[in-house]
C-alpha cells in the first residue's frame, strides 16, 4: 500500500481524491449511560458522521488500581488533575455489553461502527463484533504486544502519533507491517487536552505522508474546527474529534468535544476544502470564460466629434471587454477620431483616425 492508493472501509473509500473520512469519537462522553450513547450516535448520525468511533478497555485492562504517585496526574493544568488513573478509567470506560447496542445503531444509521482497543483481549471481543477495521490510540503506538495482535487481524489500521518520536513510529509501523497489515493510515496528533492551535504542527501531515509512504490524516483536540478544515488542505484523509451531546452536561472528554451542529459544519466544510484543493491549473473553467466579456476594455464614455482629440475626459476603462485592451490607453490617448462618436461605444482601431496613429500589425 502507497500513500496515494485507496483504502476500503465498509462502502467508504479512503484516498486524497475522496471527502475526507469524518470520525466522532464517543469517548466516555456517554457518562456512564447507555441511553446516552445511542442518542449520541443518533446525532452525529444526523450531522454526517461517517464513522463512530468507542474506546475498548476496563479499568483493569488499561492501569493498575494502585495508589502511590505515578498512578495519579499530577498536572495541575490537565483537565483530570489530581485523579487516580484506576478511578479515571472507571468513569470513562465504555461497558463491553454495551458495544453491540451501540454498533447496531451505528450501522443502522448508516456509519461505520468501530473502536481502539487497549489491550489483546479488547481485540478478541472487537472481532466477536467483527468490527471492519481498528484504531491504535497515541498512548499505545508504542505497544508492540497491541500491534502486532491487530495487524494480524488484517484489518486496516488507523493510528494516531502522539507522544511518539520518528523512531518510535518507524519501528510501530514496521511492526504492523511484518504482522500483516497492509492498510494503514497514520493520524497527527497533539496528545494535549485540549490542544491548542500553536501546537498542532499541521504541516506535519505531509511529511508524515511522505516518510511513511501512507495516507494520512489528523486526531484532533482543538477547540472548533478550524485545523482540522485545515488540515485537509495539507492532504489529510481521515478527521477524528471528539463528540459530545452538549459541552455544559459535562463529561470526561466533554470540555474538548464538538456538539452535534459543529460536527455538521465540519463534515460540509471538509468536503468543501478537499473539493477546493482541486489540481494546478490556471486553464478558464467553462463557467470563467463566459464571464471574460466581463472583464474592462476602453469605451467612449462621452460623445466625440470627428477630429476630436481622445481624452482621459472621453475614454475610460470600464466594463465589458467589447473595447480596446487598456494596455492600449496611453497610445490611443492624444489622438484623434475618424468620425462622430456615441458615448458608450467600444473603442477600436477603425474609429481612430490612422494619420494620428499607426495601428498596429496586431492586436
Same mark, same amino acid.
Given at each position: 500500500?502507497t ?23 464517543m ?9 446516552r450513547?445511542?442518542e449520541?450516535?443518533? =446525532?452525529v448520525?444526523?450531522? $454526517?458522521? !461517517? ?7 476496563t ?13 495519579f496526574?499530577?498536572?495541575? &493544568?490537565?483537565?483530570? =488533575?489530581?485523579?487516580? %488513573? ?12 454495551? !458495544? &453491540?447496542p451501540?454498533?447496531?445503531?451505528a ?16 481485540i ?17 503506538n508504542?505497544d ?5 495482535r491487530?495487524?494480524q487481524?488484517? &484489518?486496516?489500521?488507523?493510528?494516531s ?7 518510535d ?10 504482522? $500483516?497489515? %497492509?492498510?494503514?493510515?497514520?493520524l ?5 487536552y ?12 505531509? !511529511?508524515?505522508? *511522505?516518510?511513511f ?11 472548533? #474546527? ?9 492532504g489529510?484523509?481521515?478527521?477524528e ?6 459541552? =455544559?452536561? $459535562?463529561g470526561?472528554?466533554? =470540555? ?6 459543529e460536527l455538521?459544519?465540519?463534515?460540509? *466544510? ?5 473539493l477546493?484543493? $482541486? ?37 475610460r476603462?470600464?466594463?465589458?471587454a467589447?473595447g480596446? !485592451?487598456?494596455?492600449?490607453?496611453d497610445? #490611443? ?8 462618436? &456615441?458615448?458608450?461605444?467600444?473603442l477600436s ?6 494619420e ?8
Amino acid at each position: 500500500m502507497t500513500k496515494d492508493q485507496p483504502i476500503q472501509v465498509a462502502h467508504h473509500t479512503i484516498s486524497p481524491t475522496h471527502r475526507p473520512f469524518v470520525i466522532a469519537e464517543m469517548s466516555g462522553n456517554h457518562n456512564q449511560s447507555l441511553d446516552r450513547a445511542l442518542e449520541i450516535v443518533d =446525532a452525529v448520525a444526523d450531522a $454526517g458522521a !461517517h464513522a463512530l468511533k468507542l474506546q475498548t478497555y476496563t479499568p483493569d485492562t488499561i492501569t493498575f488500581n494502585g495508589a502511590s504517585e505515578e498512578f495519579f496526574i499530577r498536572d495541575a &493544568k490537565s483537565l483530570w =488533575a489530581d485523579k487516580n %488513573l484506576y478511578t479515571l478509567y472507571q468513569d470513562a470506560y465504555t461497558p463491553w455489553e454495551w !458495544h &453491540k447496542p451501540i454498533f447496531d445503531r451505528a450501522k443502522e444509521r448508516g456509519m461505520v461502527a468501530f473502536s481502539s482497543p487497549f489491550d489483546t483481549t479488547a481485540i478478541d471481543f472487537l472481532e466477536s463484533l467483527d468490527v471492519p477495521l481498528y484504531k491504535i490510540a497515541s498512548f499505545e503506538n508504542t505497544d508492540h504486544i497491541l500491534l502486532k495482535r491487530v495487524a494480524q487481524t488484517g &484489518k486496516p489500521v488507523i493510528m494516531s502519533t502522539g507522544v511518539a518520536s520518528v523512531a518510535d513510529l518507524d519501528e510501530s509501523v514496521k511492526v504492523l507491517r511484518e504482522n $500483516g497489515c %497492509l492498510d494503514l493510515i497514520l493520524l497527527k496528533c497533539t496528545s494535549t487536552y485540549p490542544a491548542t492551535p500553536e501546537s498542532t504542527n499541521l504541516r506535519t501531515i505531509p !511529511h508524515l505522508r *511522505e516518510l511513511f509512504n501512507v495516507p494520512v490524516g489528523l486526531s484532533d483536540h482543538t477547540m472548533g #474546527i478550524g485545523a482540522a478544515v485545515a488540515a485537509v488542505a495539507l492532504g489529510a484523509v481521515v478527521l477524528e474529534k471528539h463528540v459530545t451531546l452538549r459541552r =455544559a452536561d $459535562g463529561g470526561v472528554d466533554s =470540555a474538548f468535544s464538538l456538539e452535534p451542529a459543529e460536527l455538521k459544519s465540519l463534515v460540509v *466544510e471538509s468536503e468543501r476544502a478537499q473539493l477546493a484543493m $482541486g489540481t494546478v491549473s490556471y486553464t478558464l473553467s467553462p463557467k470563467e470564460e463566459k464571464s471574460l466579456q466581463f472583464k474592462r476594455s476602453l469605451y467612449v464614455v462621452r460623445a466625440i466629434k470627428a477630429g476630436e482629440t481622445f481624452t482621459s475626459e472621453n475614454v475610460r476603462s470600464i466594463r465589458p471587454a467589447n473595447g480596446l !485592451h487598456t494596455r492600449y490607453y496611453d497610445t #490611443i490617448i492624444g489622438k484623434t477620431a475618424i468620425q462622430d462618436i &456615441k458615448a458608450g461605444t467600444a473603442l477600436s482601431w477603425r474609429l481612430i483616425n490612422s494619420e494620428s496613429m499607426q495601428e498596429p500589425t496586431s492586436v
